[in-house]
């Protein structure tokens, strides 16, 4: 089979990155509230205080998605909307935001997806010791029961958790994202452990809340790994490379296993728990009971990968790439190969209906003469991509779903606005949107569901 049917052709963002309105209507401030704040945190001191305006219009931007034949819409939901302090009384204006949004969704004939949780902490939260105080766990599955008691009646697909690699990783070890902290390892893996056993409760949670059945996944990232050739010991190489923990503690966030296992498999990987065991905290069997809690299916975020072969010293070993690789406006190498050999390994290994939660590129988009943007890296990057995909899918793996990332151009965490990502193009000043050609060529290749890939 090349696209199921139902194949949910999507774009995604987060709250963050597009709503702006981030003191309005009750709101309470989160992390990125406060870092963005922060002198020389964020380029150019750029803020998502206005973002897309996307919280006043986002009428305006689901018309368009409307017209691009978007079929899902994975977005997040902002916890200080809608708990200002993270737990106590929801804030009633936060979440009729959301309530419309939905049902302008539906109204369009596009399925809502919602993530709980793309990195706003709420900054009442981070105060009381955030992802470090066990109490978290009760209150970020409490936030997750009520979003199910309050939009389950309308939306039947969740995630808890975009990309715990990046907002342990990027928030707390490295410190270049909000709150900022190099914390001690023994801490981050203390914060990893309670994000995961806030995603065990909050499933269960869920599901105790849900009006009708729903379906409950993640979305982690991470780098995959593709063999360097269709030997059998290149693509074990590339396996091992790929489900193996990472040995550099300064940047130890940067792995599958060491996330998904324990949701998954209900353990944490042997190679990590050895490689890590002198930051670990105390892991109950009661936890990864918790943690395990079935769920339905399997995000992953992917934008590239490490070529990989079998070593002479029957190790997997990256292969060096050459002068000139082709790259995106970030620096990231372009490797479409990553969107067949990622989903192939990872459904070998978890055996759960996968969803590409993000994939795309920035490029420096700029508006022409014509008064258009024409992205045509942008085309070639997704067509590159999305023609692995099927493949992929041809050749069993159980897709249901590709999010381009991302809908619009936006706030891309500490570089700003420089980064445009979007399929739309914003122009910040006038808040004036523009489809991109990409959008029109996803257009086409949504209408005939992939088949002229
Ligand atoms: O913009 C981010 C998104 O918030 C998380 N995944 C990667 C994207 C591009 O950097």
């Known amino acids: 089979m090349s696209f199921r049917k139902d194949f949910a052709w ?7 990155q597009i709503e702006g309105g981030a003191f309005t209507d009750g709101k309470g401030w989160d992390i990125w509230d406060v870092f963005c704040r922060e002198k020389g945190k964020v380029f150019e001191g750029h803020t998502g205080d206005v973002a897309c305006d996307h919280y006043y219009r986002f009428k305006e931007d689901v018309a368009l998605m409307k017209e691009l034949g978007i079929k899902a819409y994975r977005f997040s939901i902002n916890w200080s909307r809608v708990f200002p302090n ?20 539906i109204n369009a004939g596009i399925e809502p997806f919602i993530t709980l949780y793309h ?19 009760e209150w970020f599955s409490d936030y997750a029961a009520f979003i199910v008691k309050e939009f389950s009646g309308k939306v039947t697909k969740f995630f808890t958790f975009n990309e715990p690699q ?3 990783g990027l ?21 990893a452990h309670n994000v995961l056993k806030s995603h065990g409760l909050a499933v269960k949670k869920m599901r105790e809340n849900a009006k009708q059945d729903i379906l409950i996944g993640i979305a982690p990232t991470g780098s995959m790994s593709y063999p360097d050739s269709d030997k059998p010991e290149d693509i074990e190489a590339a396996r091992t490379h790929l489900m193996s923990c990472n040995p550099d503690l300064s940047n130890w966030t940067w792995n599958v296993t060491w996330w998904s296992d324990p949701v998954i498999l209900g353990e944490y990987p042997e190679d990590g728990l050895k490689l890590y065991k002198d930051y670990l905290p105390e892991i109950k069997k009661d936890d990864l009971k ?26 997997s070993e990256v292969v060096k790439r050459y002068e000139g690789f082709p790259k995106t406006a970030l620096d990231w190498p372009v490797t479409p190969e990553c969107l067949y050999w990622g989903p192939y390994f990872l459904y070998e290994r978890y055996k759960k209906p996968i969803y590409i939660t993000e994939n795309g590129l920035s490029c420096h988009d700029m508006v022409s003469s014509d008064g258009k943007v024409h992205d045509p890296n942008r085309i070639t ?3 590159s991509y999305l023609k692995q995909l099927k493949k ?10 590709y999010f381009h990332w991302s809908l619009m151009d936006n706030f891309e965490w500490h570089s700003g606005y420089a980064e445009r990502f979007g399929m739309i193009y914003v122009d910040y000043q006038t808040q004036k949107r523009i489809i991109k050609d990409s959008g029109y060529w996803y257009k086409n290749i949504i209408a005939e569901n992939g088949e002229n890939l």
């Open 290 to 315: 918790l943690i395990s809690q079935p769920i339905d299916f399997y995000g992953q975020n992917i934008y590239n990968g490490n070529r990989i072969k079998m070593g002479v010293d029957g190790k």
């Open 119 to 137: 990195w706003e902490l709420p900054y009442e939260v981070y105060k009381k010791g955030g992802w470090l105080n066990d109490e978290v766990i």
């Open 86 to 105: 993270g737990y106590g009384k929801a804030n009633e204006l936060g979440v009729k935001f959301y309530h419309n949004l939905i049902d302008e969704l």
């Open 171 to 191: 928030g707390f070890v490295t410190g270049v994202h909000a709150p900022g902290l190099k914390a001690p390892i023994r801490d981050s893996f203390i914060m």
């Open 392 to 401: 992929a899918s041809e050749n069993g793996v159980d897709i249901r779903g």
């Open 381 to 383: 990057f997704v067509e």
């Open 166 to 168: 990046c907002f342990i």
């Open 10 to 16: 999507g774009e995604a963002t987060s709250s963050y």
